[in-house]
């Protein structure tokens, strides 16, 4: 089992920034592949940004890129999803999730993942 929670969560005004974190427990290791994806009221859960186990290779909805920045720390077993200039459009819940057997092709996918954290608000004031 592998548990997750996110912090930093919050309420800003537009063109702010927050960071999220999500941190991992229980069974984990730095081959899992971790997504943060939103969902705001009425709407479907939709993909933000996922991280591959190295580091390296990143992915972005096309709606947040140049924006947000997503990056882990395998020692501390963290994901951070970095957002700036945020918009209303960007208020949701957002929720991190990881597996350890998702592809590529199906990162975008939230029927994919195993493992999800409780989700934190985020709320952008126009």
């Known amino acids: 089992q592998v548990q997750l929670v996110e912090s930093g969560g919050g309420l800003v005004q537009t063109g702010g920034s927050l960071r999220l974190s999500c941190a991992a427990s229980?069974?984990?290791?730095?081959?899992?592949?971790v997504g943060w994806f939103r969902q705001a009221p009425g709407n479907e859960r939709e993909f933000v940004a996922g991280i591959w186990w190295s580091g390296v290779i990143t992915y972005y909805a096309d709606s947040v890129k140049g924006r947000f920045t997503i990056s882990r720390d395998n020692a501390k077993k963290t994901v951070y999803l970095q957002m700036n200039s945020l918009k209303p459009e960007d208020t949701a819940v957002y929720y991190c999730?990881?597996?350890?057997?998702?592809?590529?092709?199906?990162?975008?996918?939230?029927?994919?993942?195993?493992?999800w954290g409780q989700g934190t608000q985020v709320t952008v004031s126009s």
């Open positions: 229980g069974r984990t290791s730095s081959n899992y592949v």
């Open positions: 999730a990881a597996d350890s057997r998702i592809t590529t092709t199906r990162m975008r996918t939230w029927a994919e993942y195993d493992y």
